[in-house]
């Protein structure tokens, strides 16, 4: 079974600082993991996806990610926060056997202090 | 391109009715997935449609049912509600079983449903 664990269900970062969303995940297989991002009353938009390749996977709106294998960690990062960036973010994994589906975290809300 | 639509966009219901929710998906996507997403949580797998066949499911109880017609649409029906039911209902597609060639889902803005 798959799992992700989001640290911090709420992060605010005054705008222009990095912004660190932090995931770790469990996976018995490879996987392949995904942060997507939540605004109020809308669904989900992917910011990015590790498949294979090159562990540093950069994304929309300047995010980028990390896959460290061995710390089966995923963090999100961005250099500079912008007001924008509030929402809520959500890791999730999904192993590259079936491809069926997503395992998600509980989220992260982040807030952007002017 | 039209992106995934979903309706209604919110709706009541009291406890022991049947809902009822539809999802188009993305033009050109077979695959439509669904997800439950509870207030404070990350969203749950329910199930996945492809070719008009259940193509996996998530740990969700018989009550919860779907559909898929020929044009790729989908439906997703929940018998006996419960109040836990409360929560917004996701409809994600893709191209091709699975996530197809991109590993990506394209979500609607979902279905606000309330169990009274």
């Known amino acids: 079974a798959q799992s992700v664990t989001q640290l911090g269900s709420h992060v605010s970062v005054s705008e222009g600082a990095l912004v660190l969303l932090r995931c770790n995940y469990s996976?018995?297989?490879?996987?392949?993991l995904f942060w997507y991002v939540q605004y109020p009353n809308q669904g989900l938009q992917l910011l990015l996806k590790?498949?294979?390749?090159?562990?540093l996977v950069k994304g929309i709106n300047g995010f980028e990610a990390e896959f460290k294998k061995s710390e089966t960690s995923f963090h999100l990062t961005k250099p500079s926060a912008h007001m924008s960036d509030a929402a809520e973010y959500f890791c999730?994994?999904?192993?590259?056997?079936?491809?069926?589906?997503?395992?998600f975290g509980s989220g992260t809300q982040l807030t952007v202090l002017p | 391109e039209t992106g995934v639509t979903q309706s209604p966009t919110h709706l009541i219901k009291t406890r022991g009715q049947q809902v009822t929710l539809r999802c188009s998906s993305q033009?050109?996507?077979?695959?439509v997935s669904w997800y439950q997403q509870a207030l404070g949580q990350g969203p749950q797998f329910i199930f996945q449609?492809?070719?008009?066949?259940?193509?996996g499911r998530g740990n969700f109880p018989p009550r919860f049912s779907g559909l898929q017609f020929p044009n790729y649409s989908s439906e997703l029906n929940v018998n006996a509600l419960e109040l836990d039911d409360s929560a917004l209902y996701l409809c994600?597609?893709?191209?091709?079983?699975?996530?197809?060639?991109?590993?990506?889902?394209?979500f609607g803005e979902g279905s606000r449903l309330t169990v009274l």
């Open positions: 590790y498949t294979t390749g090159a562990t």
């Open positions: 999730a994994v999904s192993d590259q056997g079936s491809a069926r589906q997503l395992t």
């Open positions: 033009s050109g996507h077979n695959t």
């Open positions: 449609y492809y070719r008009e066949e259940e193509n």
């Open positions: 996976s018995s297989v490879p996987p392949y």
């Open positions: 994600a597609s893709s191209p091709g079983g699975g996530f197809g060639h991109t590993g990506e889902l394209f």
